[in-house]
């Protein structure tokens, strides 16, 4: 229907007009925005200077849409367009894609969304001086104030990991889109960030802050999706358990390929109850750590802080691991060679154990099997703790034990196992340790008033499955014992091969340590030897009276059996026993 009017009051002036349209059931497919609009409802105001549109109501499929706004002519250069497009229940579809500005259309494909958006405004402003301006607002509501069925789905090229039940609100104006307040779902994975998607020149970036996401897990879709030398890093590092993560992510590549060519992270860790396996089984950590990092034309470099509360290793419990990390597409560094800010020191990854403190410097690499090299320091560890926690036997031990421990080896097992390494026990009470009890009651010692054994050094070497020793010295008041040799199937039955020579008492101030000591040995060495075998939890002992008188008779009757010693057993005789080396530098 329409309506007119016609005046003219002044002749030498134009006549007026005023017409009024109104619409039943019309339609609409606009060159510009090809986007069909059926059974449209409302009216239009025509006069001299505009266009006005009032209330226009219309549908495409279930989108309700309503619209509002004038045209505005003017001298040259002065026409005006102003549109308000109020929408419900929008679904995204290829007719609306196809609709949009190839730009826009862009950046719809690299998202690819599903569903259906619930509120959607929309803002046209056109002035013949600065062109065509288009603003929109799209909303998606919580499930619980939607309708069943109508959630929205994404799974972005750029991140190829589907986030589910989509909702918030997305702001877009002239080529930049503001993220508000979204929050999705993968699985039991919940994912909650803002930001910013922009494109320039032919390049796009997306910019996320408050990035929160619990209750990840690191999956194969998760890994695929993440740049391929970040994605590997993760795949090595072997990582299971719930994670929660925190913190600002940055992406930038160009029109030509919708995955990321650079992107930057600034991201806080937590785990609860996780597992770690990259050539070191790491179990049960709680705790967190910060990683600072980019990646690059396929490079990735990271660095951060271990803040970790407690981790089982080796069923050993460590707390309060704090120390710097680094990582990077070929290895992950833990301590003094971590890759770190140029006005922060180096300095070792730091732990709490027995007691005590271990300092830690460690390299795995991705390739080659998880190969992998530790350097540990242990400091000031109670023995008694280590007996209670590390052993089965719970022996009554007391003093404190300094180690020094170089290891390497990769994820193929304890045969690429290879490394040395020195143990000082210092103040202490060791008599009450199988080896120890047997040796001394072998030698028909009781143990003295106060303690058998209060310091002891050992240097030794790891050869798979075996520690060779090149020296272990236990010093006591009334005897100490100067040995060499080895252990064997160290993860199994712990099998023994070793020979002690004795001396009487010891220099207490080690003045003349220098000089007495290698007498005393020597002394020791024609007087008494002591020969351990069996297991090291059943050791079998037995002694060689004047060894060297031994060797002289050997000499002179050579293939004639001598005298073997008092004792439960004999050692199988190997293929020699190692002289003492002086201790590792």
Known sequence: TAWGRLERNDPSRPPTKRIDIGLRGCSINYKGFPYPVYRINGSLSVTDSEIVLNNLQGYNDSGFISCQGVWKSGPSGGSSLKLHFSCADVPLEDELRYALQPSVQKMWASLRPRGTIDRLEIDVDYTEATGLSVGVMAQKRRREQNVAGRSITIKPDWFAYQLDDLVGTVYFKDGIVQLRNLHATHGVTEVRLAGRVSTDRGHWRVNLENVHVNRLHITHELVTALPPALGHALTKLNLTGPISMSGLIELEGNRESSAPQRAGWNLEFDVEDGNLDCGLQLEHLRGGLTLLGNYT?????????????????????????????????????????????????????????????????????????????????????????????????????????????????????????????????????????????????????????????????????????????????????????????????????????????????????????????????????????????????????????????????????????????????????????????????
């Open 297 to 585: 034309d396929g490079m990735v470099t990271s660095s951060g802080q271990l803040n970790i509360d407690s981790l089982i290793f080796k069923g050993v419990q460590l707390s309060r691991i704090h120390g710097p990390l680094s990582l990077d597409s070929n290895r992950v560094v833990f301590g003094e060679l971590a890759v770190v800010p140029s006005d922060t020191p180096p300095r070792r990854v730091y732990a709490d154990v027995f007691d005590g403190k271990l300092a830690v410097n460690a390299q795995i690499w991705y390739a080659e099997n998880g190969r992998f090299k530790l350097d540990l320091k242990l400091q000031d560890a109670n023995l008694a703790t280590i007996s209670k926690e590390a052993t089965e036997s719970r022996l009554d031990i007391s003093g404190k034990a300094f180690a020094d421990l170089y290891l390497h080896g990769n994820g193929n097992g304890i045969h690429s196992l290879g490394g040395h390494g020195t143990v000082d026990l210092r103040d202490a009470d060791i008599y009450d340790f199988p080896i120890l009890i047997d040796m001394l009651a072998f030698l028909s010692l009781k143990r003295p008033d106060g303690v058998a054994f209060s310091s002891s050094k050992m240097e030794f070497d790891v050869e798979a499955d075996r520690i060779n020793f090149t020296r272990i010295d236990f010093a006591g008041d009334a005897i100490s014992l100067y040995g060499e040799g080895e252990i064997t199937h160290i993860t199994t039955e712990r099998r023994l091969n070793l020979v002690f020579d004795t001396s009487v008492g010891r220099d207490n101030k080690q003045i003349l340590s220098w000089l007495v000591r290698p007498l005393l040995k020597e002394a020791g060495k024609r007087i008494l030897r002591v020969y351990a075998g069996g297991v090291l939890d059943k050791p079998e002992i037995r002694r060689q009276p004047f060894p060297e008188l031994n060797d002289t008779l050997q000499q002179v009757f050579p293939g004639q059996p001598l005298a073997r010693g008092i004792g439960v057993s004999r050692l199988p005789r190997s293929a020699g026993v190692r002289q003492p080396s002086s201790p590792r530098r």
